[in-house]
């Protein structure tokens, strides 16, 4: 198991602009995964990327993996202050446990 | 999609109780479950991995003896926190992964415990 670091930590931005996270690993993986925890909540899954792949979309979710760099990034465009949270990466051997890092704050102000 | 139910949402207990958090797989059957615990502010820390019918994997530094888990079938696994105490009190949240195990990993709407 491996931890992801995210960064930055704290992310402060106006409604409609774009948010992107970073996250950064040190072990090999079979897919790299983020959440979103809204204050006081379980995490919600909202798409995982697997090695083998450079880049996914999910709405208004944009992922990227550079497996020769260790590092992931998040995009959510044209954010809306719903999309407040704390995101977490977690990249994930095969069938392992994931660990999880202090995660990016986002804070988006209408 | 795959779903987690976790209960109670809040507890509040007196020191020196016990209290019993269950989570439990709606539509799936869940071979692994992870216990989280949670402080404000701070991320989510690992205590255990259990996987259906055989004992759970503490991480370094969580007593086993303290925070009971079982994992008796491939939809329910509870984690007891006996003799709570009000350092005790946090966010625990329950996830599990099942033939899923190479996707993403399904989580509990999390337990707040509240040790007086």
């Known amino acids: 198991s491996q931890q992801g670091e995210e960064d930055p930590q704290a992310l402060s931005i106006q409604e409609g602009e774009n948010a992107t996270m970073n996250c950064s690993y040190k072990t090999s993986i079979n897919n790299l995964q983020w959440y979103r925890q809204n204050s006081g909540r379980g995490l919600v899954h909202l798409i995982l990327i697997r090695s083998n792949e450079r880049e996914k979309h999910s709405g208004r979710l944009r992922v990227t993996l550079d497996t020769s760099k260790k590092s992931s990034s998040l995009l959510i465009t044209a954010s809306r202050a719903a999309d407040t949270a704390s995101y977490f990466c977690a990249p994930a051997p095969q069938g392992g446990k994931l660990i999880f890092g202090q995660g990016t704050e986002l804070s988006v102000k209408p | 999609g795959a779903v987690v139910s976790q209960h109670p949402s809040r507890v509040i207990c007196k020191s020196g109780t016990s209290v019993k958090i269950e989570c439990r797989s709606l539509d799936f059957q869940a071979t692994t479950m992870f216990w989280y615990r949670q402080f404000p502010k701070q991320s989510l820390m690992l205590m255990a991995t259990s996987n259906e019918g055989s004992k759970a994997t503490y991480e370094q530094g969580v007593e086993k003896d303290k925070f009971l888990i079982n994992h008796a079938s491939l939809t329910l696994s509870t984690l007891t926190v006996t003799s709570a105490h009000p350092e005790d009190s946090s966010f625990y949240i329950c996830?599990?992964?099942?033939?899923?195990?190479?996707?993403?990993?399904?989580f509990g709407s999390g337990t707040r415990l509240t040790v007086v």
């Open positions: 996830s599990a992964t099942g033939d899923r195990g190479n996707y993403g990993y399904t």
